[in-house]
Nanobody, 119 residues
């Protein structure tokens, strides 16, 4: 079993930056594919960014490319999402998620943290 704990959410003005952190316990992040999802009001949950286990291949949804950056620190068993040039449309609850190598569905989820971007 993997437990994920997020931190770093909050209120920020448009154009500002925030960094989300997610710390895992139960399994090392080095063997997990880690991702950040978000769910905005009235919208479906979407995968924002992910980083695979072992190869650390990166994925970003189009709307955040060039603004958001995902990284991992296996020594701290953590993954981060650096969010720059935030826009009001980035307002959502952000979730950290993880899955094992070769697993299709995301297996583990954090509790979520609110990001609100004011215009």
């Amino acid at each position: 079993q993997v437990r994920l704990e997020e931190s770093g959410g909050g209120l920020v003005q448009a154009g500002g930056s925030l960094r989300l952190s997610c710390t895992a316990s139960g399994r090392p992040t080095s063997v997990l594919t880690m991702g950040w999802f978000r769910r905005a009001p009235g919208k479906e949950r979407e995968l924002v960014a992910s980083i695979t286990s072992y190869t650390s291949s990166l994925y970003y949804t189009d709307s955040v490319k060039g603004r958001f950056y995902i990284s991992r620190d296996n020594a701290r068993n953590s993954v981060y999402l650096q969010m720059n040039s935030l826009r009001p449309e980035d307002t959502a609850v952000y979730y950290c998620a993880a899955k094992g190598r070769g697993i299709v569905d995301w297996e583990y989820w954090g509790q979520g943290t609110q990001i609100t971007v004011s215009s």
